[in-house]
């Protein structure tokens, strides 16, 4: 799995490579600024990019905009954003297209080397992998006519962790609940998003996507 990372800070640039090469993966390429970035993903087309929001030269949301025109040129080119902070608009305008892998991790909250590439992997593999902060914060305004207000708490709780990539299994383990409640949770989740009966998996991370997206308003 050919990986393209972006982080401007040289120690953990250089212990992202290591971690990720150590797990099997290929470094496509390490840069650390937006221009680099920019050129990496539209020559080497990675199965995946783990960027940093803010990289050089002005520090304010570089990795993200080459992340979004990459996608635009590559539809799905799954990304994993890896920032310090929760950066609404941003998060907002890579969910917006509802199309490939999509995560969303905090550096200070990514406690061991199994939880990121299990998340590196969901993404690549076209999933999702959002820490519950961000999807708390993206959640902090919502109105009641959107989708998301019609969910009741339960499916709420249901999604949230379906955003994080938990299988059914894992979410009913976690909510205390059986499989088979779950199963009935997601299915009236699809239905108030409006995402009719398929056998598509892809169904799960739409859901997620739309969920999110519909209920976030920019800061």
Known sequence: ?????????????????????????????????????????????????????????????????????????????????????????????????????????????????????????RVAAGGTAMDPQVISQLLTRRSRDTPMGRLTPREREVIELMAQGRSNAAIAGQLHITERAVTKHTSNIFAKLGLPPSDDDNRRVLAVLAYLDRGASPA
């Not at 099997?24 to 929001?53: H, M, N, Q, T, Y």
């Not at 040129?73 to 305008?93: F, I």
């Open 1 to 121: 799995m050919r990986v393209v990372l972006a982080e401007d800070l040289f120690l953990l640039r250089d212990g992202l490579v290591r971690m990720l090469e150590a797990f099997g993966f290929e470094i496509a390429a390490a840069v650390e600024s937006g221009p680099e970035l920019g050129r990496a993903l539209a020559e080497l087309k990675p199965d995946v990019a783990v960027v940093d929001v803010r990289l050089p030269p002005s520090f304010t949301d570089e990795g993200l905009q080459c992340a979004l025109a990459a996608r635009r040129e590559t539809p799905g080119l799954p990304v994993l954003v890896l920032s310090q902070h929760v950066e609404q608009l941003y998060a907002r305008e890579l969910l917006a297209d509802g199309s490939g892998g999509v995560g969303y991790l905090l550096k200070d909250r990514v406690f061991d080397a199994a939880q990121f590439v299990d998340a590196v992997r």
